[in-house]
T-cell receptor
Framework: DGGITQSPKYLFRKEGQNVTLSCEQN?????MYWYRQDPGQGLRLIYY???????QKGDIAEGYSVSREKKESFPLTVTSAQKNPTAFYLC??????????????FGSGTRLTVV | AQSVAQPEDQVNVAEGNPLTVKCTYS??????LFWYVQYPNRGLQFLLK??????LVKGSYGFEAEFNKSQTSFHLKKPSALVSDSALYFC?????????????FGTGTRLTIIP
């Protein structure tokens, strides 16, 4: 079955460390997205990419970085500059090809905790 | 710009009663509208969408939503609530006139079905 895989499911980060969250999709979707979700809050867009080797900042990009070297992969790095990284991170993808959903397909999320 | 409002943070419904989760939107052009559901520690799952055509859209798990252009609303409904419907629900909109694939999400409504 096609879908989006996020790993790891749980991640613990020490103060001052960079950590990378993985997001892989086999849906042949062109666009990919990273969202942050805090308890009791909605989704906030961190970064998105509509094509390989190109990406744009979302609403809360500070302290995060991404790459899009392959269509299938869109890893997110949480840098030490992100002062409050504890949150639930969601990756999504979308396509506008004929027959597509026109919405997003989401991964199952990564819960990042600073220890 | 596109935006979505979910005016209720929390909705409580007795099991077996009808339920409604409200959503209003704002776009410059024509909207694509979506409902997603999120269970604890999981990604968002697609429930239903309005793209064009019949204003009443039927989706997964017996849910339906009605697109009302004059009231710019897309309320989620179900005739008879189940305890298993308890979850966090997100409405999302995409303005197709901008030619972008980005969805804008509401802040979410927590639905609790009381046995």
């Amino acid at each position: 079955d096609g879908g989006i895989t996020q790993s790891p499911k749980y991640l613990f980060r020490k103060e001052g460390q960079n950590v990378t969250l993985s997001c892989e999709q086999n849906l042949n979707h062109d666009a990919m997205y990273w969202y942050r979700q805090d308890p009791g809050q909605g989704l906030r867009l961190i970064y998105y990419s509509q094509i390989v080797n190109d990406f744009q900042k979302g609403d809360i990009a500070e302290g995060y970085s991404v790459s899009r070297e392959k269509k299938e992969s869109f890893p997110l790095t949480v840098t030490s500059a992100q002062k409050n990284p504890t949150a639930f991170y969601l990756c999504a993808s979308s396509s506008d090809r004929v027959g597509a959903n026109y919405g997003y397909t989401f991964g199952s999320g990564t819960r990042l905790t600073v220890v | 710009a596109q935006s979505v409002a979910q005016p209720e943070d929390q909705v409580n419904v007795a099991e077996g009663n009808p339920l409604t989760v409200k959503c209003t939107y704002s776009v410059s052009g024509n909207p694509y509208l979506f409902w997603y559901v999120q269970y604890p520690n999981r990604g968002l799952q697609f429930l239903l969408k309005y793209i064009t055509g019949d204003n009443l859209v039927k989706g997964s798990y017996g849910f339906e939503a009605e697109f009302n252009k004059s009231q710019t609303s897309f309320h989620l409904k179900k005739p008879s609530a189940l305890v298993s419907d308890s979850a966090l629900y997100f409405c999302a909109v995409r303005d197709i006139s901008f030619g972008n694939e980005k969805l804008t999400f509401g802040t979410g409504t927590r639905l609790t079905i009381i046995p």
